[in-house]
């Protein structure tokens, strides 16, 4: 049943091409005023334009938008609903009779939706670029079936009991022999700590290495949201670094950072790879400090030219990194596992952040997942799904090469699931995504990954994610995305 919607909203004339902005400006105003609750269930989109008399094209990119921005949070098979936090551009509108004071006991926290979990968006438009989503479309989820059924039956034969905080023994194993094999990184089952993915990996971090209002946090100018607000959370002051083609520029690191957080293999979003020299300048720099180096080593197994780069991890002599990696995008998101390489410091804290927070994860699918890197189905499925998204992203190559010269400068990169593209026409990204939307192409701003979108110094470009979108469908949209340009 469609929920009551007496909203009136104001369009503009016939033909305007300010429709999308309005109705996108009049809903999220609907929402900061709590004429829209939290928790409030909007109508379909079809039958919202159908009110209104616009295309339902209109309203879903009004929609995506506030999905992306955190105003709105789709629940699959249920609707969509006002969020029940909201992003940082609520902040200071106090609902009437709410007092506008703020507990100083509590660390500020700016969760944009759409960064946090780029699931949350419906998948509706028609060329989808979003980033960090592998296609699960071609994995083996008869394999996984048959690996979990056997996990089951022999759990099914133990007596009742809570696991291990660090995570099975079977999986550390495993996960120790792959990163071993597959990044030269140096670790034993011992040195693993597993986590319910990448994003509580750096929460855990946090909790053991950041002393809320003192720890200077460094961040790459351009960044994951998730791993900031996990420091943000924990009390620290995160300041942001400068990055170029070598990547984070360590000269310019504050003389005070305790903590340092990069993606070396493969910069989120710019997809630049740390040089050399600029990996030993790092490792100096924290070795000099007796900082902590956090390496999120999150799309790596997906290389399709060049040499790989040895992991910082792997350069480290003075047991200064914490290597982070995620099962989320070479198998899939709601897996919900990834993993700590920490040094031996670090790992009884760890552990024992991990039993505070959960106690442990669930049994079944470490069981399962172990089995699955074990006999060899993890490196056949990663061989396999590099030649499809290598495939794919040759496709975008040649696609912004032939139509978006001049407009839009790739940024080279040699791996992962995305590559970015600086704007060269003067028009802000996050403008050219709204137009975007409007025209059934989701694609993020880089703008979206800077401590501040709206600065006018932040980087100007678009990322595109061929983890989602069909090589086939690659060139039609670009060259449709060169015409809003």
């Known amino acids: 049943m469609e929920p009551l919607f007496e909203l009136a909203i104001r369009l503009p004339g016939t033909g305007s091409r300010d429709l999308l902005r309005e109705v996108h400006r009049q809903l999220r105003a609907a929402i900061l005023d709590g004429r829209l609750q939290p928790g409030a269930r909007l109508p379909a989109t079809r039958a919202l334009a159908g ?22 949070l789709a629940r699959p098979g249920a609707g969509t609903y006002v969020a029940d936090t909201l992003p940082q551009s609520r902040r200071g509108r106090a609902s009437k009779g709410t007092s506008t004071r703020r507990d100083p006991r509590l660390v500020p926290l700016n969760v944009p939706g759409a960064d946090l979990a780029p ?34 039956r022999r759990l ?34 011992d040195d693993i700590v597993v986590t319910a993915g990448a994003q509580q990996a750096f929460g855990l971090l946090a ?59 493969h910069q989120f979003p710019t997809g630049v790879a740390m040089s050399p020299q600029r990996r030993a300048a790092l490792l100096a720099f924290a070795r000099a400090r007796n900082a902590v180096v956090i390496e999120d080593d999150y799309d790596s197994e997906f290389r399709f030219a060049g040499r790989p780069l040895d992991a910082l991890q792997t350069l480290d002599r003075a047991e200064s990194v914490c290597y982070v990696g995620t099962f989320s995008k070479s198998l899939f998101p709601a897996l919900r596992l990834g993993f700590v390489v920490a040094p031996p410091w ?42 499809v998204y290598g495939a794919r992203r040759a496709a975008l190559l040649d696609a912004l090469a032939r139509h978006c010269a001049g407009r839009l400068e790739v940024i080279p990169s040699d791996a992962g699931l995305h590559l970015s593209a600086w704007l060269r026409t003067g028009t802000r990204d996050h403008a ?21 979108p709206q600065a006018p110094d932040v980087p100007n470009g678009l990322a595109f994610g061929y983890g989602l979108i069909d090589e086939s469908q690659i060139d039609g949209a670009i060259r449709r995305l060169a015409a809003l340009l």
């Open 51 to 72: 009110r209104l008399g616009v295309s339902r094209n209109t309203m879903l990119a009004a929609y995506d938008l506030l999905l992306s921005e955190g105003y709105l």
């Open 346 to 387: 670090a790992r009884a804290a760890l552990v024992r952040a991990r039993e505070l927070a959960d106690w442990h994860g669930p049994v079944l699918g470490q069981e399962a997942l172990a089995a699955f890197i074990a006999e060899g189905h993890l490196a056949r499925h990663i061989r396999k799904m590099r030649k």
């Open 207 to 265: 909790r053991i290495l950041v002393v809320p209002g003192r720890t200077v946090v460094a961040v790459e100018q351009l960044f994951y949201p998730s791993l900031r607000e996990a420091m943000t959370a924990a009390g620290a002051k995160v300041i942001t670094v400068p990055t170029d083609v070598e990547g984070l520029c360590v000269d310019r690191l504050p003389p005070e950072a305790r903590v340092i957080c990069v993606t070396p293999s």
């Open 432 to 452: 050219v995504v709204e137009r975007a939307a409007a025209a059934g192409i989701t694609l993020p701003p880089l703008s979206r990954f800077a401590l501040d």
């Open 119 to 152: 699931t949350l968006q419906p998948q509706r438009a028609r060329d989808d670029f979003r980033v960090g989503l592998p296609d699960t479309g071609a994995f083996p989820f008869d394999i996984w079936r048959r690996l979990s059924d056997r996990a089951l």
């Open 156 to 189: 099914a034969r133990k007596p009742a009991d809570y696991a291990e905080p660090q995570g099975q023994a079977a999986l550390r194993e495993a996960i120790a022999r792959h990163v071993s094999f597959t990044r030269a990184v140096g670790c034993t089952a």
